[in-house]
């Protein structure tokens, strides 16, 4: 298991543009985020070191699960009839079933050591209010998450498991905020979005001096942490003398996949490009890197954090209500929208219909029901395997499945019935909403 979390931005060919205070335009400092995160986050956020040790404590925590299995995919393979070789960094394994942990067990250990009492978050598909809520279990913390209601409604069972955990979770429009009470105003019936619950999530954090907030994706902190991910694919690799041709990550706020691919660009990076091509699959009804604008804008539907330059559809864009509720975010990363601005990544964009058949292809052959985000990245794989079919070619292909399915079988059960509905970018309705949305992008002051 690594000791030390790797940081892409010290070796990045040029830097990313920064966060921008939304009253002055300039630059946040670490006072800006002091209100939201305890120290240690604040400096792993604006670091440029390229490694950053572990904490013993964490590396405690972490031995639970980690090191996470590699496993080659020999009867998926055998299905497609491909000579590509296609391995999965299964992290499913972890107490919440997904990689979140990852993340989570650093952020409530550094927010207990700075003193913190509780933790505020926000969740999608269930995943990372789920393991927040571990985490905070684990250092003593009281966790309150606010659940997108798309999510709550359609998978009670990650509510319950946020609760077993010792988590208070809410259905995100609520009433408890007034960014959740104004939503419900203008539309009752909203399902809700991430960007919403982080409102809700934020709202209160800021307003007790004892509670901090704490996100599951998007922050370089965030994906700094999940570098362990790529850090131990790339040890295990190299016991069994593979190179890697493509890496193929589900993409929403970008956790998972900067936490799979990051290690492998900074052996790219460091061979003057020669390396792995690096695919980020994203939701075709949510499509921020592939049909988004790359701008300044808010990560929250309310307006309350700092203005980050990311591939956006507009913060108070609604994503289609998908089963994949962790991909439903309205903005990519920002060390990952620069990455693809500067050409070092690439994105596609998949349907449910062709991500479902893929999962059921994976879940029939190699005897693991993925969860709905990480089916992405296996319909992507597919396609990669099958295109080898006819070239002859003997590609290595390195996928991350972050996560089980084990909690959301009711869309498993769509999808086999035949209710799925596909929302792709050729919708009208669906340009309409992004535009009008990217209409109301922020103005940058000064």
């Known amino acids: 298991m690594p000791t030390r979390w790797y940081n892409l931005l010290a070796d990045l060919p040029t830097a990313p543009p920064p966060p921008l205070h939304p009253g002055t335009g300039q630059p946040v400092g670490p006072e800006d985020l002091a209100p939201l995160f305890p120290a240690d986050l604040v400096a792993q956020e604006v670091s440029t070191e390229r490694y950053v040790d572990i904490p013993a404590e964490v590396q405690d925590v972490y031995r639970l699960w980690r090191p ?32 979140k942990p990852n993340t989570a067990v650093p952020q409530a250990y550094y927010n207990a050591r700075a003193g913190v009492r509780r933790l505020t978050t926000e969740t999608g598909a269930g995943q990372w209010g789920t393991a927040l ?42 009433d408890l905020t007034e960014a959740g009470r104004a939503m419900l105003a203008s539309d009752p019936d909203s399902p809700g979005s991430l960007g919403l619950a982080i409102s809700e999530a934020v709202e209160v954090a800021a307003q007790d001096p004892t509670t901090c907030y704490a996100l599951g994706s ?24 593979e190179t890697v041709n493509v890496i193929v990550g589900c993409t929403g706020g970008g956790s998972n996949f900067g936490g799979l691919t990051f290690p492998f660009l900074r052996e790219k990076l460091a061979a003057g490009g020669a390396g792995p091509v690096v695919r980020a699959v994203e939701p075709a009804s949510c499509p921020s890197l592939t049909q988004g604008t790359y701008a300044y804008d808010f990560g929250d ?96 292909i390195l996928t991350a499945l972050c996560g089980h399915g084990h909690l959301d079988l009711p869309a498993y059960d769509a999808y086999l019935r035949g209710s799925l509905v596909d929302h792709t970018w050729e919708d009208t309705e669906l340009q309409q909403s992004v535009a009008a949305a990217l209409s109301r992008l922020p103005a940058i002051p000064g």
């Open 68 to 99: 996470s299995p590699l496993y080659r995919a020999h009867r998926l393979e055998k299905a497609l009839g491909t000579p590509a070789r296609i391995y999965y960094k299964y992290e499913g394994v972890s107490p919440a079933g997904s990689h």
């Open 133 to 174: 809520a571990f985490a905070c279990a684990q250092f003593g913390l009281e966790c309150e998450v606010w659940q997108v209601r798309a999510s709550y409604d359609a998978k009670p069972y990650r509510r319950i498991m946020i609760e077993t955990f010792g988590g208070q979770v809410h259905p995100s429009p609520s």
């Open 218 to 241: 998007v922050l370089n902190h965030v994906l700094l942490h999940q570098t362990v991910i790529g850090e131990e694919a790339l040890l295990q690799l190299a016991k069994i003398d």
């Open 301 to 396: 539907v309310a307006g309350m954090t700092p203005l980050l330059k990311m591939h956006t559809l507009g913060h108070d864009f609604i994503p289609d209500p998908i089963h994949a509720g962790g991909l439903r975010y309205h903005g990519m990363s920002p060390l990952i929208s620069h990455l693809y601005a500067e050409g070092l990544i690439e994105a596609r964009a998949k349907t449910q219909q062709d991500c479902f058949a893929a999962g059921v292809l994976f879940a029939r052959t190699e005897g693991i029901v993925p969860a709905p985000e990480p089916t992405h990245a296996l319909a992507a794989a597919v396609d990669e395997a099958l295109a080898c079919v006819d070239t002859g070619q003997e590609k290595v």
